[in-house]
Each structure stands twice: as structure tokens, then as C-alpha cells.
């Protein structure tokens, strides 16, 4: 019997472990993107592309689940929309139709962040979390990480915003069931930001 309590008492201590690495290698990716960009670190291209190796990395070692098809790219287009046309709407005459200015290199840094972004926050760490606290717990802690995360780049008045983005994009991987669907909701809303600056 007792045999069988340390067997419990073992998975217990692995089922937090998993969750606490993954959560402080969170948080050491954004200490080397603020480390790396400084004051500009919302501008910094070296200080995004260092932080979404960071995620990349933590994520590999525990894939998520992937699920790739017509249901994923369908839930991320339309997260993607009902994320985009409401911000279009509302600011339309500032939109800036120029594509030159670093469009394309800008867009490449931006997709590979915002992908490592989701593949770690709606993929591993969803995966590891909901273990122990269930999809829905898991989906508001990933919220709320998601908000942190953009914390030095737009400011606390951007946290309320943010979190509510990442419930969204928490919804999108639980409709989903993959990471894919908020990765690609995340990636083509951060694509179209480029006209709203």
C-alpha cells in the first residue's frame, strides 16, 4: 500500500513539475526580450526573434497536439476576423495602405513571435495545465500570462485588452482542439496591424 501512496505521491509532484518549468521558462524568454531590447523592445527585431527561440525551444521539448485541417483553419480565419474588423471599423481613416517601409521583414518577425506565442501558450503549456486545473482554468491562466507577456510592450492600460484577446484566442484552441487555430487568428491579426500603426 504504501508502495501505491508514493506512486501518487510521485505523478503529483510530476504533473507541477511540468507546469512550473514551463511557466519560469516563460518567464526567463521575456526577461531576455526586455534584456535584449531595452527601451525599444517593442521595436526590437532581435529582442522578438530571441524570445520566440526561447518559446520555440520550451515548446519542443513537450510538443502539443497539432490537428491541422479544415476546422482549424476555419476557427483561426474567423478568430483572425472577429479579431481585425472591429479594430478596421474603428479606424479606418488611419489606415496606411503603403507596403514598402520593411512590410515583409517586419511581417516575418512578427509571425514567427506570434506563432511560438500561441504553439507555447494554447499548445505545451495549455496541455500541461489543463492536467491539473481543467480547460477552462487553463484557458484563463494562459489569458492572463498572454496579457503579461505584452506588459512591457504597450503598457498596463493595454492588460485588459490583452487578456481579453487571449481569452479568444483560449476559446479558439478549445472549439479547435489544436494550438493551430489561435496561431493562425494571432498571426494574420498581427499581420493587418501593420496598416493601423
Not at 479606424?91 to 503603403?98: D, I, K, Q, T, W
Not at 503549456?125 to 477552462?136: H, I, M, P
Not at 479568444?168 to 496598416?195: E, K
Amino acid at each position: 500500500m504504501a508502495v501505491h501512496g508514493t506512486t501518487l505521491a510521485s505523478q503529483r509532484s510530476q504533473a507541477w513539475l511540468r507546469p512550473f518549468l514551463l511557466t519560469t521558462g516563460f518567464g526567463g524568454a521575456i526577461a531576455v526580450r526586455i534584456a535584449i531590447g531595452g527601451v525599444a523592445v517593442r521595436q526590437s527585431a532581435a529582442a522578438g526573434l530571441a524570445f520566440a527561440a526561447v518559446l520555440a525551444c520550451l515548446t519542443s521539448m513537450y510538443p502539443p497536439r497539432t490537428n491541422p485541417g479544415r476546422r482549424t483553419l476555419g476557427y483561426g480565419i474567423l478568430g483572425a476576423l472577429c479579431l481585425v474588423v472591429p479594430i478596421l471599423i474603428l479606424r479606418l481613416p488611419l489606415v496606411n495602405s503603403a507596403m514598402g517601409g520593411g512590410y515583409l521583414a517586419w511581417a516575418a518577425v512578427v509571425s514567427l513571435v506570434a506563432l511560438a506565442e500561441e504553439a507555447f501558450l494554447r499548445g505545451t503549456l495549455f496541455d500541461a495545465l489543463s492536467r491539473s486545473f481543467g480547460s477552462v482554468t487553463t484557458t484563463i491562466i494562459c489569458a492572463a500570462l498572454f496579457a503579461l507577456l505584452h506588459l512591457p510592450l504597450y503598457g498596463i492600460a493595454a492588460v485588459p485588452l490583452d487578456f481579453i484577446v487571449g481569452l479568444w484566442l483560449g476559446y479558439l484552441r478549445l472549439r479547435s482542439g489544436s494550438w493551430l487555430a489561435p496561431g493562425i487568428a494571432h498571426t494574420l491579426t498581427d499581420l493587418v496591424s501593420w496598416w493601423l500603426r
